[in-house]
T-cell receptor, first 112, second 115 residues
Framework: QQQVKQSPQSLIVQKGGIPIINCAYE??????FPWYQQFPGKGPALLIA?????SEKKEGRFTISFNKSAKQFSLHIMDSQPGDSATYFC???????????FGKGTRLSVIA | GAVVSQHPSWVICKSGTSVKIECRSL??????MFWYRQFPKQSLMLMAT?????????EQGVEKDKFLINHASLTLSTLTVTSAHPEDSSFYIC???????????FGSGTQLSVL
């Protein structure tokens, strides 16, 4: 049973475009939803995270939109650049020192 | 953000040998660390939860006698792959929770290749 479903699997956008990656979760006990960026051969790096009491959060060019009733959240990357080409993972966890449950990842390619 | 150091970055070993991977939280204490495994172009799969001073909790299907985890201090957890075989070749990543909060930081990963 996949607890966090992520789509699309891959995405190609032109420089300056706004890629959107979507995730849906099932476990209503989840209360922390981060997004990670991973480059080949590197560990994931935390980009931005949100809690369910907030519907939107912006940090720089990255925005998370959160829909608690639909149990969905998404990542928007404004003014995307070729350097943003990476694999993006959504994740979720519930409170306490619990592990993250990851989506399957989205490979983003930003072409000039 | 907080720094989690993982060493080595890559290792090549012969089948049947053991390999130790270290994970250190450099600027914070981590009572809990997690070990993940990642195959090419796939997501991260949780292997085990490592708690300082106690036995690790392994996920279903992960052999605890093969993947030995030791969390002897608040800043260091180690994963030892014992009697490694080619099917153990993978990217291993550790992560640590900063404080009692929610942020989870990852090490840079270790690429293990077993010949």
């Amino acid at each position: 049973q996949q607890q966090v479903k992520q789509s699309p699997q891959s995405l190609i956008v032109q420089k300056g475009g706004i890629p959107i990656i979507n995730c849906a979760y099932e476990n209503t006990a989840f209360d922390y939803f981060p997004w990670y960026q991973q480059f080949p051969g590197k560990g994931p790096a935390l980009l931005i995270a949100i809690r369910p009491d907030v519907s939107e959060k912006k940090e720089g060019r990255f925005t998370i939109s959160f829909n608690k009733s639909a149990k969905q959240f998404s990542l928007h990357i404004m003014d995307s650049q070729p350097g943003d080409s990476a694999t993006y993972f959504c994740a979720a966890r519930h409170s306490g020192n619990t592990p993250l449950v990851f989506g399957k990842g989205t490979r983003l390619s930003v072409i000039a | 953000g907080a720094v989690v150091s993982q060493h080595p970055s890559w290792v090549i070993c012969k089948s049947g040998t053991s390999v130790k991977i270290e994970c250190r939280s450099l600027d914070f204490q981590a009572t809990t660390m997690f070990w993940y495994r990642q195959f090419p172009k796939q997501s991260l799969m949780l292997m085990a939860t490592s708690n300082e001073g106690s036995k690790a909790t392994y996920e279903q299907g992960v052999e605890k006698d093969k993947f030995l985890i030791n969390h002897a201090s608040l800043t260091l957890s180690t994963l030892t792959v014992t009697s490694a075989h080619p099917e153990d070749s993978s990217f291993y990543i550790c992560s640590a929770v900063q404080g009692v909060g929610e942020k989870l930081f990852f090490g840079s990963g270790t690429q293990l290749s077993v010949l």
